[in-house]
């Protein structure tokens, strides 16, 4: 009964080797957010799509992209992943933009080797 | 612009005894407040929500939370704590204008369940 689905829960990748990671909803949500969490921090948002507007925060690296190819998918794309980017990433939907509910995905583990 | 702070990153109770975690807010228009969960290795789960309806709102759980305009707080509670809450809590904060379009979490406290 997942709703908001995170595949792999554990990535492991080598540094400099591309990565993907998925999240998949059955909510029919517009807007799907990613966010990176490190240990013992707060989940930072690195970009959100509402339908397939993209939005990115100004302090996402450029190393961090993301596709959104249709209303239930989004990918988030790490291009050359370095040490610091092992963290663990989640994926979250609302019905609208800023004021409403997020429902967060199990997370995906990246570790960088 | 808003944020929230939470004080004490680390909260320890006996089984039983009550919950108390604070959260403050800032933000320069009626905000949204929200208390979400985190187990380990897991997603954040929505505890509670306010939206202005009431200044007292309830949660799952048993937690609830007090939006406390003069104080700027959202503090959450539980009266009597049970292992199984032994988890990460965020305290968020979601406005209009500039950062609106966001959540902006606090840096988390760690609450721990002892018998």
């Known amino acids: 009964d997942a709703m908001v689905i995170q595949n792999p829960r554990y990535q492991v990748t080598q540094f400099g080797k591309p990565v993907t990671l998925s999240c998949s909803q059955t909510?029919?949500?517009?807007?799907m957010y990613w966010y990176q969490q490190k240990s013992s921090q707060a989940p930072k948002l690195l970009f959100h799509y509402y339908d397939k507007d993209f939005n990115n925060e100004a302090d996402t690296p450029d190393n961090f992209q993301s596709r959104r190819p249709n209303t239930s998918f989004c990918f988030l794309d790490i291009r050359s992943p370095g040490l610091g980017d092992a963290a663990m990433y989640l994926c979250?939907?609302?019905?609208?933009?800023?004021?409403?509910?997020?429902?967060f995905g199990a997370g995906t583990r990246l570790s960088v080797l | 612009a808003q944020s929230v702070t939470q004080l004490g990153s680390h909260v320890s109770v006996s089984e039983g005894a009550l919950v108390l975690l604070r959260c403050n807010y800032s933000?320069?228009?009626?905000?949204?407040l929200f208390w979400y969960v985190q187990y380990p290795n897991q997603g954040l789960q929505l505890l509670l929500k306010?939206?202005?309806?009431?200044?007292l709102v309830k949660g799952i759980n048993g937690f609830e939370a007090e939006f406390k305009k003069s104080e700027t707080s959202f503090h959450l509670t539980k009266p009597s704590a049970h292992m199984s809450d032994a988890a990460e809590y965020f305290c968020?904060?979601?406005?209009?204008?500039?950062?609106?379009?966001?959540?902006?979490f606090g840096t988390g406290t760690q609450l721990k369940v002892e018998l």
């Open positions: 306010y939206t202005s309806a009431a200044t």
């Open positions: 979250a939907t609302s019905r609208l933009e800023g004021r409403d509910i997020q429902y």
């Open positions: 968020a904060v979601s406005g209009l204008g500039g950062g609106g379009n966001k959540l902006t």
């Open positions: 909510l029919n949500h517009n807007v």
């Open positions: 933000s320069s228009v009626p905000p949204y």
